[in-house]
């Protein structure tokens, strides 16, 4: 919340630092309930947004760990952020956006356009052409904005451009990145069938602008990332963690070319279980070209 707390909030006749911001959460899943909470509760935690009533439940309880002084019965509930929009829109400050990625640009443009503050956990979008819209939109309204990225924010990142910048590693021709973690699917999987909707979950809002799409397996409430409908796969779930800390210590703008070398599995529908991919970047202020490369 560093962001939005170092600005006035629009409304506000104190400065943000004497007056807590009025917040609302949308999206409690792993990330919203069990990282997010806890810092927005040292502000003022005013709604709390989710298709899946358990996740609502699962969010004001942990307020109650986290924050026992906390009155949950005055945090209201939203099972659509388009519902919190049209009823709360002018009592908020800001909004934290933790949702799976095919619903980060929508309300996040609702909440720009409502002179709101956001903070949209990573990757900022599901598409290109998504972020570029929510960069400009928020421009025009003069909001104040952080994309989550926790890695970013870790004392070992500081560490590599302080190395990098003393010239401690010499010139720098070759970064290999990796996870091992797996968000796609190898040739030929079947999607799995459909099952009935888990009670208390609105299938059609958690959906939203998706195509439509009967429940199943590997879904809801993480395993999405796997699905293009839904998620970026490996490299969007971790490639911002990971790339970052090369690209912010080396100075790495824009690159020269971009090859996939290498791939397994993958379809229209899913992601790949693997992939090897390979950026060429120029010289840069001093910097050697160098060449960067994915693994996962």
């Known amino acids: 919340?560093?962001?939005?707390?170092?600005?006035r909030a629009y409304g506000q006749s104190a400065p943000a630092e004497k007056k807590p911001l009025r917040v609302a959460?949308?999206?409690?899943?792993?990330?919203?309930?069990?990282?997010?909470?806890?810092?927005?509760?040292?502000?003022?935690?005013?709604?709390?947004?989710?298709?899946?009533t358990r996740r609502l439940d699962a969010a004001l309880k942990r307020v109650r760990e986290v924050s026992p002084a906390t009155d949950t019965a005055a945090i209201r509930t939203f099972g659509d952020y388009r519902r919190l929009f049209d009823a709360m829109g002018r009592e908020l400050d800001a909004v934290l956006i933790a949702t799976p990625n095919h619903?980060?640009?929508?309300?996040?443009?609702?909440?720009?356009?409502?002179?709101?503050?956001?903070?949209?956990?990573?990757?900022?979008?599901?598409?290109?052409?998504?972020t570029r819209q929510l960069v400009a939109e928020a421009r025009r309204h003069g909001v104040v904005t952080q994309m989550g990225n926790q890695g970013q924010s870790s004392e070992g990142s500081r560490l590599l451009c302080e190395y990098v910048a003393a010239g401690a590693l010499g010139q720098v021709h070759t970064v290999h990145c990796w996870t091992d973690r797996?968000?796609?699917?190898?040739?030929?999987?079947a999607r799995p069938p459909a099952r009935p909707v888990p009670q208390g979950l609105d299938w059609k809002a958690w959906l939203g602008p998706a195509p439509y799409r009967d429940y199943h397996d590997g879904l809801h409430p993480h395993d999405w990332h796997s699905w293009r409908d839904f998620g970026n796969g490996s490299?969007?779930?971790?490639?911002?963690?990971?790339?970052?800390?090369?690209?912010?210590?080396?100075?790495?703008?824009?690159?020269?070319?971009?090859?996939?070398?290498?791939?397994?599995?993958?379809?229209?529908?899913?992601?790949?279980?693997?992939a090897s991919i390979r950026w060429e970047f120029p010289a840069r202020d001093g910097l050697a070209p160098l060449n960067l490369y994915w693994h996962d």
């Open 235 to 274: 490299i969007g779930n971790m490639g911002c963690h990971i790339i970052n800390h090369a690209y912010w210590a080396l100075k790495l703008g824009k690159p020269d070319a971009v090859e996939l070398e290498a791939v397994n599995g993958g379809s229209g529908e899913y992601w790949p279980a693997g």
């Open 1 to 7: 919340m560093g962001g939005f707390v170092a600005a």
């Open 103 to 130: 619903q980060h640009a929508l309300p996040a443009l609702l909440a720009i356009r409502l002179g709101l503050h956001v903070y949209v956990e990573k990757p900022l979008a599901h598409t290109i052409e998504e």
């Open 182 to 189: 797996c968000n796609g699917f190898p040739d030929g999987y």
């Open 25 to 52: 959460l949308i999206g409690c899943g792993l990330q919203g309930v069990g990282v997010h909470i806890p810092a927005l509760c040292q502000e003022r935690l005013v709604a709390v947004v989710d298709p899946d």
